[in-house]
T-cell receptor, first 116, second 112 residues
């Protein structure tokens, strides 16, 4: 149980385009989902917290208009990187917390974004 | 501010040895801690958690110890195997209890 699927695992895009990343909880309902960004050999930095049916809460310094988060159902959250630039290249990871264990977050496999 | 850190960025052990990975945290009000394992190119995998009302918790081959007096957390891995090679992160819930704050990570390398 507690499987979180993230898609795509790897994406290359041209500068100025938008990229959507999906995060799904496959076997539980995720009341809260989280989006992290991770640079090589560094820790995970929380970008935003999203609760189903409400607007996401962004961490300080994260641009809301650049990183659009939607959590329309209890099993799906999406992160859209709008007008991507090379500096947005990174490893993006989602996690989900639901009814299995309130404080444990289960992570997706991550998405490697490369912006040319 | 809130921060979680680790004492050593790397740890190298021989297969079969016991490994101890340490973590120091700064928020004395933290009441919940988690250890995650992250293999290269993958998302973090839950290992074990502990609440602040406990000093020790054991899982399969892993033990987490919490010393609230010195704000120190450790993960012990018994009979370390090559498959244990990964980056290990400790994390604590933020003050609001709404999210996790991750430490910097320790890279564990296990040689045969």
């Amino acid at each position: 149980g507690a499987v979180v699927s993230q898609h795509p695992s790897w994406v290359i895009c041209k500068s100025g385009t938008s990229v959507k990343i999906e995060c799904r909880s496959l076997d539980f309902q995720a009341t809260t989902m989280f989006w992290y960004r991770q640079f090589p050999k560094q820790s995970l930095m929380l970008m935003a917290t999203s609760n189903e049916g409400s607007k996401a809460t962004y961490e300080q310094g994260v641009e809301k208009d650049k990183f659009l988060i939607n959590h329309a159902s209890l099993t799906l959250s999406t992160l859209t990187v709008t007008s991507a630039h090379p500096e947005d290249s990174s490893f993006y990871i989602c996690s989900a917390r639901g009814d299995l264990a309130k404080n444990i977050q289960y992570f997706g496999a991550g998405t490697r974004l490369s912006v040319l | 501010g809130e921060s979680v850190g680790l004492h050593l960025p790397t740890l190298s052990v021989q297969e079969g040895d016991n490994s101890i990975i340490n973590c120091a945290y700064s928020n004395s009000a933290s009441d919940y801690f988690i250890w995650y394992k992250q293999e290269s190119g993958k998302g973090p995998q839950f290992i074990i958690d502990i609440r602040s009302n406990m000093d020790k918790r054991q899982g399969q081959r892993v033990t987490v110890l919490l010393n609230k007096t010195v704000k120190h957390l450790s993960l012990q891995i018994a009979a370390t195997q090559p498959g244990d090679s990964a980056v290990y992160f400790c994390a604590e819930t933020n003050q609001a209890g709404t999210a996790l704050i991750f430490g910097k990570g320790t890279t564990l390398s296990v040689s045969s």
